[in-house]
């Protein structure tokens, strides 16, 4: 295989790897606002059932009634927002850490891309003067022959 058909299937290689990073980045990206869109419907749902335990507090008749509904709102408003919020954060915090890995993989593929194509332009060229320089040493050795009178 010619150094060419080499370079040239390198680029092929360098192509299908990004159309694969892209691919994984726009489902990366996808992925990211889905969580962000899933983690606003979360506390929005948690903010609800805060406000209804805080209502049924102050609705209830009896003493019981109304200390069950504020530790039912102070464990929502505590324990579980403060969970549901680290969990949210962390999936946001390992998405876009994906996302920048695929970012960054995805310009060393761009880079490699264009050192090959760089490569396919300057091996054509190197080609085009070797085959220049054949040609030209034929017509000397047919002027030699016209001069010598070997033709």
Do not use: F, P
């Amino acid at each position: 295989m010619s150094s060419l058909a080499a370079l040239y299937d390198q680029e092929d290689a360098c192509r299908s790897r990004i159309s694969e990073l892209t691919a994984a980045l726009e489902g990366l990206c996808e992925a990211r606002r889905g969580i962000g869109a899933s983690a606003d419907e979360m506390r929005e749902q948690l903010g609800r059932k805060i406000s209804a335990a805080r209502r049924a507090g102050e609705v209830s008749g009896t003493r019981l009634g109304r200390r069950y509904a504020e530790r039912t709102g102070e464990y929502l408003g505590g324990e579980v927002s403060r969970g549901l919020n680290d969990n949210l954060d962390e999936a946001c915090r390992r998405t876009d850490a994906a996302i920048q890995r695929v970012t960054d993989e995805l310009e060393e593929a761009r880079a490699q891309l264009a050192s090959t194509q760089a490569q396919i332009e300057g091996e054509i060229a190197r080609q085009r003067a070797e085959q220049a320089r054949q040609e030209e040493l034929e017509r000397e050795r047919a002027r030699e022959a016209l001069g010598s009178g070997e033709v």
